[in-house]
């Protein structure tokens, strides 16, 4: 079974830092490109950042350039996203998703997602 898994999301003060992680289980993120994505309440599903696991390239959106770095770890399957310079528009959940793809564009399809992680950034 294909399945993703966010961790290290929390509650931080603007200004502070987290590090996401999103598992992969049930195949190799090899030759993916991996997804975040950032829901805000009441508001739609927006990108974050990609990376291309086949030779790490990356494509951030406008929100997370100069803050995010997404990497990846191919021995433990894991890719991470660290944000830093939090402020409070930065809160909601965030989702990792994968697709079989050598390079990340927008408007890739993907069809595995994860469950998302809370993050909420706040004095």
């Known amino acids: 079974q294909l399945q993703l898994a966010e961790s290290g999301g929390g509650l931080v003060h603007p200004g502070g830092s987290l590090r996401l992680s999103c598992a992969a289980s049930?195949?190799?993120?090899?030759?993916?490109?991996v997804s975040w994505f950032r829901q805000a309440p009441g508001k739609e599903r927006e990108g974050v950042a990609c990376?291309?696991?086949?030779?790490?390239?990356?494509f951030y959106y406008d929100a997370a350039k100069g803050r995010f770095t997404a990497s990846t770890d191919n021995s433990k399957n894991t890719v991470y996203l660290e944000m830093h310079s939090l402020t409070p528009e930065d809160t909601g959940v965030y989702y990792c998703?994968?697709?079989?793809?050598?390079?990340?564009?927008?408007?890739?399809?993907?069809?595995?997602w994860g469950q998302g992680t809370q993050v909420t950034v706040s004095s």
């Open positions: 990376i291309a696991t086949e030779d790490d390239s990356t």
């Open positions: 049930g195949f190799r993120l090899n030759y993916h490109a």
């Open positions: 998703a994968a697709t079989p793809s050598y390079v990340c564009y927008d408007g890739l399809i993907y069809g595995s």
